[in-house]
């Protein structure tokens, strides 16, 4: 089955700095893909969701970027505030196994202001 | 705006009892999951429901039962909990399956003394 590996585990920046997560997953199929944040003592919200047929994906702070060739997923904060302290979440939905969703182990990001 | 709604928030229980959690969505949706999170933060899915029918049932103890009298409601049964049932529940909902945007509720935190 999917396998997501997610890194780093925690990251740490500095007010103003980029933050940059990286998710590879395993099946070539996969075709929905998703950054989810986690606040402290919250739920997860979804950031984007990205189709298969989009490599650069630009968010109001952020950029996805999808690179299927080498089955990765990256996201990157750029000019990261303390209000973007949180775990971040990449999941995976391979086309062919529709109902399944398989998540990252998550990085935990400490913006320090 | 919250449209996933779980109850309880917290629920403190000694090994051996039983508890059931309640999950309820208001978007019209299908499709629902539970997830376990740990206390790494791993998020693993553990049942899907659409349509009020069982589509996904990772390799989860016997004692957890999912639970689903409509659509919009998802519950979850631990039949005589453990210790290492100890972590949040979260339900989620989607449209359909596979491509569409889960949402999240709060979650709801177990912990077997």
């Known amino acids: 089955g999917e396998q997501v590996e997610q890194r780093p585990p925690h990251l740490s920046v500095r007010e103003g700095d980029s933050a940059f997560i990286t998710c590879t997953y395993t099946d070539p199929n996969s075709y929905y893909f998703f950054w989810y944040k986690q606040e402290p003592g919250a739920s997860l919200q979804l950031l984007m969701k990205v189709f298969s047929s989009t490599e650069i994906n630009e968010g109001q702070g952020f950029t996805v970027l999808l690179n299927k060739k080498d089955k990765r997923l990256s996201l990157n904060l750029t000019a990261a505030h303390p209000g973007d302290s949180a775990a971040y979440f990449c999941?995976?939905?391979?086309?062919?196994?529709?109902?399944?969703?398989?998540f990252g182990t998550g990085t935990s990001l400490l913006v320090d202001p | 705006e919250t449209a996933v709604f779980q109850t309880p928030n917290y629920h403190v229980t000694q090994v051996g009892n039983e508890v059931s959690f309640n999950c309820k969505q208001t978007l019209g949706h299908d499709t629902m999951y539970w997830y376990k999170q740990d206390s790494k933060k791993l998020l693993k899915i553990m049942f899907s429901y659409n349509n009020k029918q069982l589509i996904v049932n990772e390799t989860v103890p016997r004692r957890f039962s999912p639970q689903s009298s409509d659509k919009a409601h998802l519950n979850l049964r631990i039949k005589s909990v453990e210790p290492e049932d100890s972590a949040v529940y979260l339900c989620?909902?989607?449209?359909?399956?596979?491509?569409?945007?889960?949402?999240f509720g709060p979650g709801t935190r177990l912990l077997v003394l």
């Open positions: 989620a909902s989607s449209l359909g399956l596979g491509q569409d945007t889960q949402y």
């Open positions: 999941a995976v939905s391979a086309g062919d196994m529709g109902y399944k969703l398989t």
